[in-house]
């Protein structure tokens, strides 16, 4: 089992970057499917980034290309998302998100076992 848990979140201005950390108190993650997903005041979640098991294939989504990063840790069981470049529209609540399902090609999928909590960006212009 995983026990997932964002931090990092907080309030930066237009322009600036932000790292979040995912902390995992369970199993290691090298086995799982892991991602960043996000979710803005009246619209719906959406996938950022993924990294396969065993880091096989790290997949973004169009949102998070070119000005996100995401990396897995596994010696510290942890995976983050740095984000740079960031606007208002960048605006939400963030999760991380893990399942043991692997990815079947160069999208992210929506249905995790596993979710943290939430940490809140807040991007002033």
């Known amino acids: 089992q995983l026990q997932l848990a964002e931090t990092g979140g907080g309030l930066v201005q237009q322009g600036g970057s932000l790292t979040l950390s995912c902390i995992n108190r369970g199993t290691n993650l090298n086995d799982y499917v892991v991602a960043w997903f996000r979710q803005a005041p009246g619209k719906e979640r959406e996938a950022l980034a993924c990294?396969?098991?065993?880091?096989?294939?790290?997949n973004y989504m169009s949102s998070a290309k070119g000005r996100f990063t995401i990396s897995k840790d596994i010696a510290k069981n942890h995976f983050d998302l740095q984000m740079n470049d960031l606007t208002p529209d960048d605006t939400a609540i963030y999760f991380c998100?893990?399942?043991?399902?692997?990815?079947?090609?160069?999208?992210?999928?929506?249905?995790?076992?596993?979710w943290g909590r939430g940490t809140q960006v807040t991007v002033s212009s």
């Open positions: 998100a893990a399942r043991a399902y692997p990815l079947y090609d160069d999208t992210c999928p929506s249905q995790f076992n596993f």
């Open positions: 990294i396969g098991k065993k880091g096989s294939r790290t």
